[in-house]
């Protein structure tokens, strides 16, 4: 299968494969669109199976981040970098120059930040050799840490839905399962657990299960069993492509709405999920709260207000989005999309 002719290649503007053999850096930088302005997205290191998923993710992460700048309004266009390797085992100082060398050949076309696997640390390593990243922990408009703010456009959004769904915002004494706690996952369960509601949790990692226990009187159970808990609110917090043929048949949720990427495993489960009733919050939309703030350090901006205004605007978009699609009887997937379109038009 060639590139041209992938089936997740969405007329791409420049796909970048960098080799450095002293280091081992083996890693795809997929630019999707500088429309609106140069193309940003985070940096994900994983220990893909094959290079086939590997390009796949970044084909997709990187469009993914077009719908969401665009949505966000955000005048940035949409890319993703993976590094195919194991952030436990693999990672190195060496390599991460060596990415940030590669990311400086693109010549500002993109920005990089951490994603899954890659670290605000990581960034600063990353910054010695490029100047385009962001997501730093230092620096004159550092935005450091984007979890907390992803955490918290989730959390809003989540209540917007719950208001379409329910007619209240309420989230005390609703249940929501959360699947994956890592840095947004319990920073999202410290804001639910705070607004009264009760929390499921998975993670593959008990000592995070353990934390969640402790600290939000979480219930746990198998990373397996998540999806088919009853709850009002199921919130995907790992890895993508979770809701598919198997997962949609065995969802006891009236929402769906986390802060994963690319929850769906194709285009036509959004559709899977409108006929079983349940409402989907496309994640591009609902997870933007990251790149609104590391937006704030690429744009140079010092108003604290700024960050709020572009939050409470996500979220306002986020709900027009879902009345529109109650109103049509349709799924919000596609509203969302076709609202992304319209400004990138």
């Known amino acids: 299968m060639t590139l041209f002719a992938h089936p997740d290649f969405d007329d791409h503007e420049r796909i970048l494969f960098a080799h450095d053999a002293a280091s081992g850096l083996e890693a795809i930088v997929a630019i999707h669109s500088t429309r609106l302005g140069p193309a940003a997205g985070g940096c994900r290191m994983w220990p ?42 693999q990672k190195t100082p060496e390599l991460l120059r060596a990415f940030g060398r590669a990311v400086e050949t693109l010549g500002g076309r993109y920005v990089t930040a951490e994603d899954v696997g890659v670290s605000v640390e990581d960034m600063e390593i990353v910054r010695e050799t490029t100047a385009h990243v962001a997501g730093l922990s230092s620096g004159a408009h550092a935005s450091g840490d984007p979890s907390p ?28 399962a959360v699947q994956g706690l890592g840095h947004v996952g319990r920073h999202l369960c410290a804001l639910l657990h705070a607004a009264g509601a009760r929390l499921v949790v998975s993670d593959i990692d008990p000592a995070r299960i353990a934390d969640a226990e402790r600290v939000f009187d979480a219930r746990a159970v ?21 809701l598919d043929d198997v997962s949609i048949p065995r969802l006891k949720a009236r929402i769906v709405a986390g802060a994963a990427n690319n929850q769906l495993a194709r285009p036509e489960h959004a559709d899977a999920l409108h006929a079983r009733g349940i409402l989907y ?7 933007a709260g990251g ?21 409470a605007r996500m979220v306002d978009n986020i709900e027009a989005i879902l009345v529109e699609a109650r109103d049509r009887g349709v799924s919000p997937n596609g509203v969302a999309e076709a609202f992304a379109r319209a400004r990138l038009a």
Do not use: H, Q
């Open 48 to 89: 893909y199976a094959s290079e086939e998923e590997a390009i796949a993710d970044a084909l997709r992460l990187s469009r993914g981040m077009t719908y969401k700048n665009a949505v966000a309004g955000l005048d940035l266009g949409g890319g993703k970098a993976v590094i195919i390797a194991d952030p436990r085992t």
């Open 149 to 176: 703010v992803t955490a918290r456009g989730v959390f809003e959004g989540v209540r917007r839905a719950m208001k379409v769904a329910t007619g209240s915002d309420d989230l005390a004494g609703r249940t929501v």
């Open 291 to 311: 790149i609104i703030n590391v937006a704030r350090e690429i744009e140079g901006r010092t108003d604290e207000r700024w960050l709020d205004e572009r939050l």
């Open 281 to 287: 919050v496309p994640d591009f939309a609902l997870n």
């Open 222 to 242: 198998a990373p397996d069993a998540i999806v088919a808990t009853e709850a009002d609110v199921f919130a995907p917090c790992a890895l993508g492509g979770v």
